[in-house]
């Protein structure tokens, strides 16, 4: 995959720099201020790059009549009252901002209206995350194209028309702006035979941005292979602990789990920066070469006058005798002393 540099925050993002680790919040706080807080500082340990959550105003987003997509709490009569009980203030909001920052973490947050977008812009938000649900908002797109911040958008709904579309409202103003796009199936979890590894090689090459994943398979499988296939955006869902109460747990990594990507991240770009020259290495190697490979030696041991034959010739270890590539020149030679079978011919020996 290569396609322009994406810069997040003052990070460089590209073909020859580890995977950015975006750990997803979304709502697994559950309108908790304290939670959330806790998700930060569990992110910030297990290596991840950037915390992102879900920034909602229900009265500005939506109405009692939006339907839950899966029914999960029996505190919340409708879908407009889960969101009415996880919003946070603008305080608050600028609270998590400085927490993740003073943990050397990118704060990012998906907005789903505009008084979000004017929330996180008065934040100074490094990026703007645009969710599945939004490929089709061109107001947001152009509210938080007009800042000149990066936009990561996600694809998870849309198909390849939609996408373009999309990127093409994005590239409006300025046909190098700033974007990452991630391939995403919008299923929770999502089966590993859905999550479209083949499509990260095809956003690259039509829109040639930096591309990632934005996974919901709740493994590790995925988010592994797409780093390994060259893919430097990776956005996982974060939970407490595999029981925890939310509609994305079933999707969502554990803080090990967590920690061991962002390992592999920081491992594969370690392998990535050191490539090896086999033949340079095989002379690195002389000495553990003489030690595995074989040298001509007898089957068994044979008097001296004797004329050698291919049946009295084999190859043992070490390699530091005769090379057994020259087994014919020595098939007819005589013998000028006793030879045991248990040491290598020699060129004395003939």
């Known amino acids: ?52 959550f879900q ?43 400085g927490h993740a920052a003073d943990r050397g973490l990118t704060f990012l947050s998906s907005a789903f209206s505009m008084r979000a977008i004017d929330l996180l812009q008065s934040l100074d938000m490094a990026a703007w995350k645009i969710a599945s649900g939004e490929v089709w908002n061109d107001t947001f797109m152009q509210a938080m194209t007009a800042t000149g911040k990066p936009v990561l958008l996600s694809t998870g709904m849309a198909n390849w028309e939609e996408i373009g579309a999309a990127v093409d409202m994005i590239r409006a103003q300025d046909p190098a702006y700033p974007l990452g796009i991630f391939q995403c199936t919008s299923m929770y979890p999502t089966p590993l035979t859905h999550v479209g590894l083949n499509v990260l090689d095809a956003l690259a090459t039509r829109f040639q941005v930096q ?39 079933v ?53 001296a006058g004797h004329v050698l034959t291919a049946a009295d010739l084999t190859a043992k270890k070490p390699g530091s005798g005769i090379d057994p590539q020259r087994l014919s020149d020595l098939v007819g030679r005589r013998l000028t002393n006793d030879v045991p079978a248990d040491r290598l011919l020699r060129d004395t020996d003939f």
């Open 251 to 303: 999707a969502s990594l554990t803080p090990d789990a967590l920690a061991q990507l962002c390992r592999f991240r920081d491992d594969l770009a370690v392998m990535e920066a050191a490539p090896v020259d086999k033949d340079a290495r095989a002379q690195d190697l002389g000495h553990m070469r003489q030690l595995f490979s074989r040298s001509l030696a007898l089957v068994a041991a044979r008097p």
């Open 211 to 249: 591309v990632g994943l934005s996974d919901h398979t709740g493994g590790l499988s995925a988010p592994i292979a797409a780093m390994a296939q060259g893919a430097r955006l990776i956005e996982v869902h974060l939970a407490l602990h595999a029981g925890q109460f939310g509609p994305d747990t």
């Open 55 to 97: 920034t909602h105003f229900a009265e500005a987003e939506s109405t009692r009549e939006e339907p839950f997509r899966v029914k999960f709490t029996t505190q919340d009569a409708t879908r407009f009252d889960y969101w009415q009980r996880l919003e946070f203030t603008e305080p608050q909001w600028r609270e998590l901002a």
């Open 1 to 52: 995959m290569t396609a322009e540099p994406l810069h997040i925050a003052g990070r460089r993002i590209a073909s020859d720099t580890p995977a950015y680790v975006i750990a997803e919040v979304a709502q697994a706080h559950d309108g908790s201020l304290g939670a959330a807080h806790a998700f930060i500082d569990i992110a910030a340990d297990c290596g991840a790059d950037a915390i992102k």
